[in-house]
């Protein structure tokens, strides 16, 4: 069975650019969320959706958002890129057959630098 | 709001040591807690889990034992082992998200 993927791997871009993340979850699952890994705040969880819907939102400023497909895929979006968006951003999916529980399965993460 | 407070590291010990992290947090009411491991260069993997009030979690030596009355999910390995080396990072659940402490890197030296 595949695991998480994201796409791309890694990326550089340069400040006030924008940038897409890709993730496609394991198969059948319907939960998607992201987090962001830096050196200096550690893991922070940006968002999670659900069945195309935005469930839960972390606090980060709407330069960051998000969006789910039919199929559970999911991307994510930053615009107005600035050097403290570096960082490292990981998609993890779960099954959700019913309680929400905190067993996620993580992708490798795609890892942003911002020049 | 809800914190995790994790033993410092990076930690170093010699193959067959005992392992201690700890790892207290803050949160409303009595959340599911997990640890999770980050091996070098690849994302976080699920490395065991507690969901209520004196549960033990187990998986491939490690335990942790949930404690409410010190609202704390300290993990142990009786032997380390060279392929233990990675980034631990202990996690209550709560509000539809995961709370990770800041991580504690492990080396286990031969």
């Known amino acids: 069975k595949a695991g998480v993927t994201q796409t791309p791997r890694y990326l550089i871009k340069t400040r006030g650019q924008q940038v897409t993340l890709s993730c496609s979850p394991i198969?059948?699952?319907?939960?998607v969320s992201w987090y962001q890994q830096t050196p200096g705040q550690g893991l922070q969880f940006l968002f999670e959706?659900?069945?195309?819907?935005?469930?839960n939102k972390g606090n980060f400023p709407g330069r960051f958002s998000g969006r789910q497909f039919s199929n559970s895929r999911s991307e994510m979006n930053v615009s107005t890129l600035e050097l403290g968006d570096s960082a490292l951003y990981l998609c993890?999916?779960?099954?959700?057959?019913?309680?929400?529980?905190?067993?996620?399965?993580f992708g490798e993460g795609s890892r942003l630098t911002v020049l | 709001g809800d914190s995790v407070t994790q033993m410092e590291g990076p930690v170093t010990l010699s193959e067959e040591a005992f392992l201690t992290i700890n790892c207290t947090y803050t949160?409303?009411?009595?959340?599911?807690l997990f640890w999770y491991v980050q091996y070098p260069g690849e994302g976080l993997q699920l490395l065991l889990k507690?969901?209520?009030?004196?549960d033990k979690g187990s998986n491939k030596g490690f335990e942790a034992t949930y404690r409410k009355e010190t609202t704390s999910f300290h993990l142990e390995k009786g032997s380390v082992q060279v392929s233990d080396s990675a980034v631990y990072f202990c996690?209550?659940?709560?509000?539809?998200?995961?709370?990770f402490g800041q991580g504690t890197e492990l080396s286990v030296k031969p």
């Open positions: 993890a999916s779960s099954l959700i057959s019913g309680r929400r529980t905190g067993e996620l399965f």
């Open positions: 198969s059948g699952h319907r939960s």
């Open positions: 959706y659900f069945s195309e819907t935005q469930r």
């Open positions: 996690a209550p659940y709560q509000g539809g998200k995961l709370i």
């Open positions: 507690a969901t209520k009030a004196d």
């Open positions: 949160a409303t009411g009595y959340p599911s």
